[in-house]
């Protein structure tokens, strides 16, 4: 998916929101929202995916802050409410795949562009997708041999691990998360922190510190496996702006909650429409 022109004001908001968590100098918080808007200026093009926009406007943000992490604290927060929605939903959903699958779907909802009271109301409702290829993937699963499961937000793995258990009855499933911070991308750090690593098992990389995918500086192994998987399970809207640039094979399945416009129309659904679909 291309980045559209009103993905600009996005990317505006992000340069402001990221250099404000990198840093309290306000002469360094100044000097980086000046270098990402013109890194914004110079990068924006409606021939690029936008995560390939965003992932720029971030490293010029930590290189002006000196900030490797800019959004470690808000992970902090969104991890510790995560564990505790999760703890009080998790009993509402069956342990059958449709079950798991929306509950996985549920910890989407939860991002660091939404207010924390819409969160929290969403965290209440059971995804109904709008789109709803479970049945079709729940086959796939069953005849796959190896499978990626690519993670997205970091307060999602509370709610991606019974799914990723249940995907272990049928295939060798690695849990893919970012070798770098980035955003509130899930890293191996946060699971570790968690006291889950153990838990999660088999964990890869992609090599990166990108939202979503971008396949010019991802890892060889991470290429390798992606290219080799029987099925690759993708998370968020990040991922289905990076891979949907690829023609549909039918073995990617996208599970997010379309919270921008732009994911939406691209779909062909209202806002905020949860997605289970198989490309």
């Known amino acids: 998916m291309k980045i559209t022109k009103t993905c600009y004001e996005c990317l505006t908001q992000l340069v402001y929101q990221a250099a404000e968590m990198a840093t309290d100098d306000e002469n360094k918080r100044n000097r980086a929202v000046e270098k990402g808007l013109k890194k914004l200026r110079e990068s924006f093009s409606l021939d690029k995916v936008s995560i390939v926009v965003a992932t720029a406007l971030h490293d010029t943000i930590k290189a002006e802050s000196g900030s490797l992490d800019p959004y470690y604290k808000l992970k902090q927060s969104e991890i510790a409410l995560a564990r505790t929605a999760y703890l009080k939903v998790q009993d509402r959903y069956n342990g059958n795949f449709r079950g798991l699958l929306k ?3 549920l910890g989407n909802t939860l991002d660091f562009f939404r207010p924390l009271d819409v969160i929290e109301e969403d965290m209440k409702k059971e995804p109904e997708f709008v789109i709803d290829d479970t049945e079709r993937l729940e086959a796939k699963i069953m005849e796959a041999k190896t499978m990626l499961y690519l993670a997205d937000n970091a307060g999602e793995m509370f709610f991606d691990l019974p799914l ?3 995907m272990r009855q049928y295939a060798d499933v690695a849990y ?7 955003q509130n991308d899930l890293t191996r750090d946060e699971i570790r922190a968690a006291g889950l690593e153990g ?3 088999w964990i890869m990389d992609t090599g990166t510190a990108t939202p979503g995918i971008d396949f010019e500086v991802a890892s060889a192994e991470f290429k390798k496996a992606f290219a080799e998987a029987d099925l690759i399970f993708a998370k968020g809207m990040g991922y289905y702006e990076s891979l949907t640039e690829f023609p549909a094979r039918g073995r990617v399945f996208h599970c997010l909650v379309a919270k921008c416009r732009p994911v939406a129309d691209s779909i062909g659904v209202p806002l905020n429409s949860s997605i289970a679909m198989m490309r």
């Not at 893919?176 to 980035?182: F, G, H, I, N």
């Open 199 to 201: 838990e999660f098992g």
């Open 103 to 105: 509950l996985a779907a």
């Open 176 to 182: 893919v998360v970012k070798e770098r911070p980035v």
């Open 164 to 166: 990723l258990k249940w």
